[in-house]
């Protein structure tokens, strides 16, 4: 753990790069500082989960603004993912504090399908400028229920959910300009969500379950400036870059579950 005073700061300078480099993907950064504050800032558990939540809810604004100033919205596809992630991360949240089950399954499930998603993305030569973009496969019923399921992981882990429906929103189809802001937005309200409910959670219970706030905040300012300069420089990034650049974030996250797993 470190010292008094450099825990905040280091944890400001991460989060900053971290979401400069995801923001343009439409995730927040959460997943990859999940392992960063348990291993390097020393957050308790299961406090590192709300913590990491309220990391989502100060920094995902910056880019939310830059997005909303660049015209870029996605009412629709928005509505669909706050359908599914909102019940599901205080569903989360719940299970998290009364029922937690094994975290090994689930680094193994998670390693499972990241992996070769990230893999696909990256490898994936996509359609030659010229050419028509595929439309998406998957219907909105069926993207708020993916939705559902993402937003109950994020609940249990602290993670908003971006780096797994980014991915397959992306991989369906969907322009990395409309999934971006969607995820972002998805991610902002279902972490407020999931601090509220561990903070109610905490009243009646012993140990640490609120938020880490001084840590929390601290990453949160770093994601927030973060995110939004991530946000500015999305649009001059071709679409197969920010595929690329997606595929091997989610490698490395997968990967990191999966050495988890085995650890």
Do not use: K
Request: glycine share 14%; aromatic share 6%; hydrophobic share 50%.
């Amino acid at each position: 753990m470190l010292g008094s005073g450099w825990t905040e700061a280091v944890a400001l300078v991460a989060a900053f790069t971290i979401a400069v480099v995801t923001t343009p993907a439409g995730v927040s950064g959460a997943v990859l500082l999940l392992p960063f504050q348990v291993s390097v800032l020393g957050t308790p558990s299961p406090a590192v989960t709300p913590t990491n939540l309220l990391y989502n809810v100060i920094a995902s604004p910056g880019a939310l603004y830059r997005y909303w100033r660049q015209g870029q919205r996605a009412g629709r596809l928005t509505t669909a993912l706050l359908a599914g992630t909102l019940p599901g991360v205080v569903a989360g949240s719940v299970i998290r504090v009364e029922f937690l089950p094994g975290a090994r399954v689930f680094d193994y499930v998670v390693a499972a399908v990241l992996i070769p998603l990230g893999s696909w993305l990256v490898l994936d030569r996509g359609r030659q400028a010229a050419d028509a973009p595929p439309p998406p496969r998957l219907s909105t019923r069926v993207v708020a229920l993916i939705a559902a399921g993402v937003g109950c992981v994020g609940g249990i882990y602290g993670i908003g959910g971006g780096s797994i429906l980014a991915p397959i929103l992306i991989g369906d189809g969907h322009p990395p300009a409309e999934v971006a802001p969607a995820a972002l937005a998805s991610t902002f309200v279902t972490s407020i969500a999931g601090v509220v409910t561990f903070t109610v959670l905490s009243l009646n219970r012993h140990g640490a379950i609120a938020p880490d706030w001084s840590t929390g905040i601290a990453l949160g300012a770093g994601g927030l400036a973060g995110g939004y300069v991530g946000a500015r420089i999305q649009g001059r990034l071709p679409d197969r870059a920010i595929r690329r650049i997606l595929g091997i974030i989610v490698i490395a996250i997968g990967a990191r579950y999966l050495w988890a797993a085995l650890g």
